[in-house]
């Protein structure tokens, strides 16, 4: 398992290498020590890897992820898993701004909380938060689901497109356009799914309430017709 | 851009270092803030009946004429120390006035800072060149906090520097820009604040100075600072007691706070706090926005 200590090893050294790696690589579980709040850690991997980060991070660690797995021990800066395309990535601890920001797929766990504009421009991507998140989470989410166990804050969902929002906890207010929406059987099964895949356990399902788009302010209205 | 940062020490055994932690906070965020640097470090306490003023002169000044002439003023010597282009001196409390016009009469010399406790350090330059030039790292205190600045608002220049203070033993240092800050120093000037440059963080600085004057806690001067200034905002916001923290409501800019038994630390990016000891252990969260976060000894 190679070990990489950015404390003498330059960080885009480590980038660099695990940029190199190949779908045959035999190298494929990763330890990075002495992270020390650095960005872009492990950012732009294309490779069915594992990596360990065993500290906090700065921002956009694991930025554009594919295929990899990579967990960080400790917080994360703004853009965590920023513009992921597929892999799994998990914080221990918790999440600064934009975590899962524009992401177009993969999977994304924060086990701590998730502040501001979580999955803001959200793509396609999943995201579990297992704490709460802060203000305009899913701004302008347009594909993708953001699972949430604690509370979400002001104007969630702000100007969403087709993402499915699911809360445990209470919202502090909707954004514009989005709307709270039954919670059908297929949506449970989505939701069963994407918390089982998160590794979470014990989540009464029935305590979730599911928003999303009411589909006013993105589709043309005929009524509007004389404004053009 | 901009990096700020603040520390507060729980532990006295931490005091005789308190300048070497900024020292380093302060280097760590070169990158965010490369124009100039400027910090407040609160020390001893000025003898019963002084104050500190904290003087800033241009390169070369004759600084021991100035301290003879200000000591006639005075009617004895001045306790002085000389760090680079600043002068921290010692005055009677009952002749600072005077000792202030007599400032005013000088050229090339400006008060950057006053207080029983607060000494303010500030120069254009990279910040951890400015740091050692003023030997921040050699400084004893309680608290301090400290600034790197990438100017968007205002001129690079010493001036433009922070921390801004605008009363005895307060400062602040900002990261961001008001969009109303004209507004709100023509509404501080009428209630007889007086400021002396056109930078918007300065207003920021008056309008606590305001609050608190008028009898506000740190606390309320925070709150009123909300409903009051509009645009992008972290601020921490120095005391003779500690420190406090706000940002703007929709947290248009970092912050990353840590504490431990020790001390508590904030800084725009962790970066700034991972060679504090015990950092590991530490709590480390983001402040909410619109939330005032503070430290004060009692």
Partial sequence: ?228 | MCGIVGLFLKDPRLEPGLGALLAGMLGTLCDRGPDSAGFAVYGRDAPAGSAKLTLRTVPGFDVAGLMERLGRVAGAPLPHQVRDTHVVMTVPAAREAAIRAELARIPGTSIVGAGRRMEIFKEVGRPDRVAARFGLERMAGTHGIGHTRMATESAVTTDGAHPFTTGPDQCLVHNGSLSNHNAVRRELVRHGMSFQTENDSEVAAGFMTWKMREGASLEAALNAALAALDGFYTFVVGTAAGFGVLRDPIACKPAVMAETDRWVAFGTEYRALVDLPGVGNAKVWEPEPATPYLWERH
């Fill in chain 1, 1 to 228: 398992m190679p070990t990489v200590d950015l404390a003498d090893t330059p960080l885009r050294d480590l980038n660099a290498a695990l940029h190199r790696l190949t779908p045959d690589s035999n190298e494929t579980h990763w330890r990075v020590l002495n992270p020390r709040g650095r960005h872009s850690v492990a950012a732009g991997i294309d490779a069915p890897v594992a990596v360990e980060i065993a500290g906090h991070v700065g921002y956009y660690c694991a930025g554009m992820n594919k295929q990899a797995s990579v967990v960080v021990h400790g917080n994360a800066g703004q853009g965590l898993a920023e513009n992921m395309m597929s892999g799994q990535v998990r914080v221990k601890g918790d999440a600064s701004q934009a975590a899962g920001a524009t992401g177009c797929g993969g999977l994304l766990v924060i086990d701590g909380n998730a502040s501001a504009r979580c999955g803001i421009s959200m793509k396609g991507i999943d995201i579990v938060v297992q704490g709460s998140v802060g203000h305009l989470s899913a701004f302008m989410a347009q594909a993708g689901n953001l699972v949430v166990l604690g509370d979400a804050g002001e104007a969630l969902g702000d100007s969403i497109y087709e993402a499915h929002l699911y809360v445990r906890g209470t919202v502090s207010s909707l954004g514009a356009d989005c709307v709270e929406k039954p919670l059908q059987e297929h949506h449970r099964a989505e939701l069963r799914k994407l918390l089982e895949a998160a590794g979470v356990n014990g989540a009464d399902l029935a305590e979730f309430r599911r928003y999303g788009s009411a589909r006013r302010l993105y589709h043309f209205h005929v009524d509007n017709l004389g404004s053009y």
